[in-house]
């Protein structure tokens, strides 16, 4: 079946970096995604990166991708009260009509 | 900037009644997509349109869903009979077009649906 994994939760300390990971499932994935969703909110694009790469970054953001692993990572750095959110990953598999296919999503506590 | 509208954002039924959501895309794109989101779970695709077509309605349950984009522009996404486990977040998103992956999805603020 089609299963992007992330760990449900992370705690951090204010100031500290977040690392938040995520498992796809397609090695032939060429887009993936990383969505923001604050509580009762929609999903708010936050970055993306091609296959092509291993690594974007992009402010405090910092994309990470290990395709021989079909693993990615997006790292916070200086993580603030307002990342406290739910970040999903997604992948767009190469067949089909290139849906999004979205992890669980991982929520991020951020402590003052 | 550019938003996906959704309409209400917040609706409470009764079981066996009929609910219906409204989504207006960000003017200019092509493709719209209705997701259903179960709390504590990613989004999951319900229908995905092309202008006023469906292009993928495999995840619709179609006996009680249904969809409509009739001039390719606003859409409504109708459940009749609404179910206790219809109760979730109804995302819709846009894009230009489909024609890459590359694509992105701009999503709506959701209509969280609760059926009692």
């Known amino acids: 079946g089609e299963d992007v994994e992330q760990s449900l939760f992370l705690s951090v300390r204010e100031g500290d970096s977040s690392v938040i990971n995520c498992t796809y499932t397609?090695?032939?994935?060429?887009?993936l995604y990383w969505y923001k969703q604050e509580p009762g909110a929609g999903l708010q694009l936050l970055t993306y990166i091609f296959s092509n790469m291993d690594m974007k970054q992009d402010q405090r953001l910092t994309v990470l991708l290990n395709k021989k692993d079909k693993h990615l990572s997006l790292r916070i750095a200086d993580t603030q009260t307002g990342d406290s959110a739910i970040y999903f990953c997604a992948e767009i598999p190469t067949s089909g009509t290139y849906k999004y296919i979205f992890g669980t999503g991982t929520r991020l506590k951020v402590l003052a | 900037e550019a938003e996906v509208a959704q309409s209400p954002r917040y609706k409470i039924t009764e079981k066996s009644q009929a609910v219906a959501f409204w989504c207006d895309p960000i003017s200019g794109h092509a493709t719209l997509y209705w997701y259903r989101q179960i709390l504590g779970q990613g989004p999951e695709l319900l229908v995905q349109?092309?202008?006023?077509?469906?292009?993928?309605d495999s995840q619709l349950p179609k006996d009680r869903f249904s969809a409509e984009r009739l001039k390719g522009v606003d859409s409504t996404l109708k459940i009749q009979p609404a179910e206790l486990g219809d109760s979730a977040m109804y995302l819709c998103a846009s894009s230009l077009d489909t024609g890459t992956p590359a694509e992105t999805q701009y999503f709506g603020p959701g209509t969280r649906l609760l059926v009692l």
């Open positions: 349109f092309q202008d006023e077509s469906v292009v993928d």
């Open positions: 397609d090695s032939s994935s060429t887009y």
